[in-house]
């Protein structure tokens, strides 16, 4: 299985953040959910959420609010936007399937 993010590698403060994980060799409507998670510069993992196989989000109760995930199955596509985005959100956006499979991750800046 491999995943791979993409997505705009700098957003300004107040926009929108889209990023999108294409997986294949694998369903994502199978075996594990597709989860977000980031890693902001100097700072441990941050749990984003997920998606599982019936399309069900579960969300960090720190960016419920702020934060949609939501799946293409025709295209085996996962994305996650996240709203009102400000410099803490600057990080590199990883996208795993169960605990084994992840993205390269993608840096994502928050900046004017």
């Known amino acids: 299985v491999q995943l791979q993010e993409s997505g705009p590698g700098l957003v300004k403060p107040s926009q929108t953040l889209s990023l999108t994980c294409a997986v294949s060799g694998g369903s994502i409507t199978t075996s594990y959910p597709v989860s977000w998670i980031r890693q902001p510069p100097g700072k441990g993992l941050e749990y984003i959420g997920y998606i599982d196989l019936t399309g069900s989000t579960y969300y960090s109760p720190s960016l419920k609010s702020r934060a949609s995930i939501s799946r293409d199955t025709s295209k085996n596509q996962v994305t996650l936007q996240l709203n009102a985005v400000t410099p803490e959100d600057t990080a590199v956006y990883y996208c795993?399937?169960?605990?084994?499979?992840w993205g390269q991750g993608t840096q994502v800046t928050v900046s004017s």
């Open positions: 795993m399937k169960g605990m084994d499979y």
